[in-house]
């Protein structure tokens, strides 16, 4: 299952939902001002943040000439984190599949678990539908907050339970590295779980990890240095 199939099946959902009459259920607090700047500037004053760090939109502009005023709406990533479960569930349910969904923030990062009666199916074939429903939840994030959100899925815990193989595989690699001094380079995998290597490893002596390959075949190299 690639990510069009889910995207369609989505829009597809959508479009039922919005025939239906419902509608998203995000909304995102709105700032007017004179300018810009100034509606930025309250912003990150109520929210308490460095205005450089303020993720906006610019909903309305005006500059007239005896009238200015600006608004933008802003958004967090806990708006982000609900959105993210909201399409989830608008997408697979264009599958046929009603899911339950958790999120947690942690480091800027936004992680779902899903569940469902049929969890091998989102699962897919080495994690591939799981990796393709992880593409679009993060396109579908970053085309509604244009705002590049770091989004992580897991389906009842299968991603944890790699991470633990890959962290041992990076280990037993590493191992016979320094045994043997001749570089190993580990099947493609996918950015979260590359970083899983990197990781690993870090801070391991005569040991150095990295990428190489393009898309889908990029790889961790696991390297022995002086």
Known sequence: LHVTDLNHA????????????????ITMKQYTAKTVEEAVATAAQEMGIPAENLIYEVVDEKKGLFRKEATISVSTIEDAAAFAEEYLHTAIAGMGIEITTKSTIEDEIIHINI?????PVLIGKGGRTLQALNELDRLAVSNKFH??????????????????????????????????HVDVTLQPMTPDERRVVHNTLNGWEHIKTESSGEGAERAVSIKYVE
């Open 10 to 25: 989505a829009c597809h959902r959508q479009t039922s939902e919005e025939e239906a009459g419902e509608k998203e259920t």
């Open 115 to 119: 569940d469902s009666e049929r969890n």
């Open 147 to 180: 705002h590049r959100y770091r989004i992580l899925l897991d389906v009842a815990g299968y991603k944890e339970d790699k991470y633990d193989h890959i962290a041992y595989l990076a280990k037993r690699t590493a191992k016979d590295v320094l045994k043997t």
